[in-house]
């Protein structure tokens, strides 16, 4: 499952129609009002402000609004775009300004996911990964090497220097185990499992 990092906006323009989607991450379901209401003020005398949301661990809480629009022509498009791209804990809020021209309910479906679709492709998403950690010490004639072998396999959290080199590392989700460098530690300690985020 993806997570939104930032709130990312985005514009389309269809038949003197104006749609600005905003994506917000979701801290907690109460935020979903919150980022609405900042909506409305940010874009003031818009026609229709829906929305959409999905929230928890397998997307379990879902919203949809067409605040005003035809029925499914907007709050479901928008939540079919976001359950698409495998997101959670996130918020899209569609603002159409009308250009008093309709474009029909399909033609409502299509800006309204238009408009998601576009917002989602010019967002930054992360994931979250359980991954192992260790402490390690070496000796400084070994360093380049091990310093080659964590830029590849782990990300180093910490690197301090006394009469050895001692790391603290958390591996790569796809690497499990670090038993190519062993033979140039000195020590190895396993530490608790880190909870990483990583970019999506």
């Not at 928008?78 to 029909?104: E, Q």
């Amino acid at each position: 499952m993806r997570y939104l990092k930032e709130k990312s906006t985005y514009t389309y323009d269809v038949n003197k129609s104006q749609f600005i989607a905003i994506l917000y991450p979701l801290q907690h379901q109460h935020d979903i009002k919150t980022f609405i209401e900042e909506a409305k003020n940010l874009y003031p005398k818009a026609d229709h402000y829906c929305s959409a949301s999905l929230y928890g661990d397998d997307q379990e809480q879902q919203t949809a609004d067409d605040d005003g629009e035809p029925s499914r022509t907007a709050g479901l498009p928008i939540l079919d775009v976001l359950k698409h791209h495998d997101v959670t804990n996130i918020l899209c809020v569609v603002i159409r300004y009308f250009g008093g021209i309709k474009l029909g309910a399909g033609g409502l479906v299509r800006a309204y996911s238009h408009a998601a679709a576009g917002v989602m492709k010019t967002s930054s998403f992360y994931i979250k990964k359980w991954v192992k950690t260790y402490r390690i010490r070496v000796d400084y004639t070994h360093v380049d090497k091990i310093d080659h072998y964590l830029c590849e396999k782990a990300t180093i959290i910490d690197k301090g220097y006394t009469e050895i080199v001692t790391y603290h590392i958390a591996l790569l989700p796809d690497i499990s185990n670090i038993d190519d460098i062993v033979y140039l530690l000195k020590t190895i300690e396993p530490l608790e499992d880190q909870l990483r985020y990583l970019d999506a």
